[in-house]
């Protein structure tokens, strides 16, 4: 039977003995994950479990050394990470990614015009009332809309992490992965990102990677346990926080 026959229906995405070693350390072990689309998922584990490993070659940021992805049920295990962005996967990183000395308006823009640009019509004439409308919606979603003119270096960290969003909002994603979102964040700035993944997540699915349990408990419709490059279990939220294994591991008994 060929590999793409033993993809699970009604996947948005999936993979199939997802492997990645550095070195002598395999930090992916022959994996089999399953996103429904329209869910919130987790992935939680402790330190050097392969959450981050496992993502990045979900994104095409990392090449599996073995294994399968599927997008949609299409293939996409050699596509590179832009084109997995042309298909709507779009990740947010550890670290906060934006350009710096732009404005809040700038760094939106030109996450808004790589979409724009991948129409052959936009790419002659890129049009600017669409472009302006495109970011102004992108920071309205995430409550920037006041500070489109201001310096992107210059805002506190937590709206930092909200311009992030909202450049990856600007992309239109079906499937945002969102990494560490709530690490460096103050208790009442966590408070209103999780409000913000919920609304995000009406229309999108995302994948979350987050260390906060609470966080991952209070969002999640479905949480997948990693440890040693592993899934060590995989269920809803109540069924994590019950498992016994998971409690040994990683909750704390």
Do not use: C, W
Request: aromatic letters at 4%; charged letters at 20%; zero cysteines.
């Amino acid at each position: 039977m060929a590999v793409a026959a033993l993809t699970a229906r009604g996947s948005l995405l999936q993979t199939l003995g997802l492997t990645r070693t550095f070195g002598g350390l395999q930090a992916v072990r022959s994996v089999d994950f399953r996103l429904l689309p329209g869910e919130i998922h987790a992935i939680i584990g402790p330190n050097g479990a392969g959450k981050t490993t496992l993502v990045n070659l979900i994104s095409g940021r990392l090449a599996p050394d073995a294994g399968r992805v599927f997008f949609n049920g299409r293939d996409i295990t050699h596509l590179r990470a832009p084109d997995r962005v042309g298909l709507g996967i779009v990740s947010t990183s550890q670290s906060i990614s934006i350009y710096r000395r732009l404005t809040v308006f700038e760094n939106v823009a030109l996450a808004a015009q790589r979409r724009l640009m991948q129409r052959l019509a936009e790419r002659v004439a890129l049009n600017r009332r669409a472009l302006a409308e495109e970011v102004a919606a992108s920071l309205d979603r995430v409550g920037l809309g006041g500070a489109a003119d201001a310096t992107a270096g210059a805002l506190p960290y937590g709206h930092q992490r909200l311009l992030e969003i909202a450049m990856t909002l600007a992309l239109r994603p079906r499937l945002l992965i969102l990494d560490e979102p709530t690490q460096g964040l103050a208790p009442d700035e966590i408070g209103a990102l999780v409000a913000l993944i919920r609304r995000v997540a009406r229309d999108v699915t995302v994948l979350l990677i987050e260390h906060n349990v609470t966080v991952v408990l209070e969002l999640s419709h479905r949480i997948t346990v990693m440890d040693k490059g592993r899934i060590l279990a995989e269920g809803a939220p109540d069924e994590i926080e019950a498992h016994a294994e998971v409690q040994r591991v990683y909750l704390g008994a």
